[in-house]
């Protein structure tokens, strides 16, 4: 009877040990990500409050808000009107992102703008409307930084802003961590397609194929 139980107890133990590995392997396997929000000048406390938010849901991310910072003046630009370039914007984030955070995200109440550019590299025609194209947000894709504006979202109820800034907010992400756009209809990673009724429309999770390249 002692030895039928003592075996019992050894096979039990066994299962214990083979289960608690496993779980060790999956929890370093899913480490949980660190994003910052880094806000350029003052942005309100809601504001930033409703991006934490969303991104904690979406990707089960530590969220931090950072220090706010003034936008540097190397990327501003004023070649239709008083805007900032976001790709300096994104080198800018890089080069000041804490060591204790994975990606960082910047957030401005200013115009935001970039090239637009074709599969081979060249500006889209027409090139004086693509040269600085006014964008809601951008993101390295895969990289460690990306920003959003509220300029083109903010003449909205308030309900509507948040979902739109929200859902930018998951997208940019989205591209650090390495996402295309995807094709999947109301997918939050979907192109915007110069429309912000594409963001209206979709969803604000990453549809199952996309969750499952990240």
């Not at 979202?153 to 998951?170: D, E, G, M, N, P």
């Not at 990673?189 to 604000?204: C, G, H, K, P, R």
Request: net charge positive; hydrophobic share 35%; proline share 3%.
């Amino acid at each position: 009877m002692n030895l039928l139980f003592g075996q019992k107890l050894k096979h039990l133990m066994k299962k214990f040990v083979a289960l608690l590995l496993l779980s060790i392997v999956f929890s370093c396997s899913k480490r949980t990500i660190k994003i910052g929000i880094q806000p350029y000048g003052d942005i309100d406390t809601t504001v930033l409050s409703s991006i934490s938010e969303i991104l904690k849901t979406s990707y089960q991310a530590d969220v931090y808000i950072l220090d706010k910072t003034e936008l540097p003046k190397t990327a501003f630009t004023n070649i239709k009107s008083p805007r900032y370039r976001a790709d300096s914007l994104l080198i800018d984030l890089k080069s000041h992102i804490p060591d204790s955070i994975d990606y960082i995200l910047g957030i401005t109440s200013k115009d935001i703008s970039t090239t637009k550019r074709i599969t081979d590299g060249s500006i889209k025609k027409p090139e004086s409307k693509y040269q600085d194209w006014g964008i809601f947000g951008l993101g390295y894709k895969p990289g460690q930084s990306c920003v959003v504006s509220t300029f083109r979202i903010k003449h909205v109820k308030t309900s509507l802003f948040k979902s739109r800034l929200q859902k930018i907010a998951v997208h940019e992400i989205g591209h650090n961590l390495g996402l295309d756009h995807c094709d999947t209809k109301k997918c939050v990673m979907q192109d915007a397609v110069e429309s912000i009724n594409t963001v209206d429309l979709a969803n604000f999770k990453l549809c199952n194929r996309c969750l499952d390249k990240i």
